[in-house]
Nanobody, 123 residues
Framework: QVQLVESGGGLKQAGDSLRLSCAAS????????VGWFRQAPGKEREFVAG????????YYADSVKGRFAISRDNAKNTVTLQMNSLIPEDTAVYYC????????????????WGQGTQVTVSS
């Protein structure tokens, strides 16, 4: 069982940076792949970035590649999403999610979810 809590959302201007954190409970956090997803109003939830359990593999959606970076610290049970060069299209509620084994880009494949944190980017 894993419980996830996101933090770090807020209101930013285009071009700014923002760092989201996902804090996890559980002593076996390193066994879980973690994904960040986002959902804008009226749109489906979409994959943003993912990281393997040991942090050795990372994955990004094309829309954020080169701007966002995902990392994890298993000693602290945290996953971080560093978001740079924000654009208004990044506006959404951001969720972190965890699943056993490998990262996948389909939200339905994740067993554990946080409550989400709002990111708003103004132009």
């Amino acid at each position: 069982q894993v419980q996830l809590v996101e933090s770090g959302g807020g209101l930013k201007q285009a071009g700014d940076s923002l760092r989201l954190s996902c804090a996890a409970s559980g002593r076996t956090f390193s066994m879980y792949a973690v994904g960040w997803f986002r959902q804008a109003p009226g749109k489906e939830r979409e994959f943003v970035a993912g990281i393997s359990g040991n942090g050795g593999h990372t994955y990004y959606a094309d829309s954020v590649k080169g701007r966002f970076a995902i990392s994890r610290d298993n000693a602290k049970n945290t996953v971080t999403l560093q978001m740079n060069s924000l654009i208004p299209e990044d506006t959404a509620v951001y969720y972190c999610a965890a699943r056993s084994l490998v990262v996948i880009t389909t939200s339905s494949g994740y067993n554990y979810w946080g409550q989400g944190t709002q990111v708003t980017v103004s132009s």
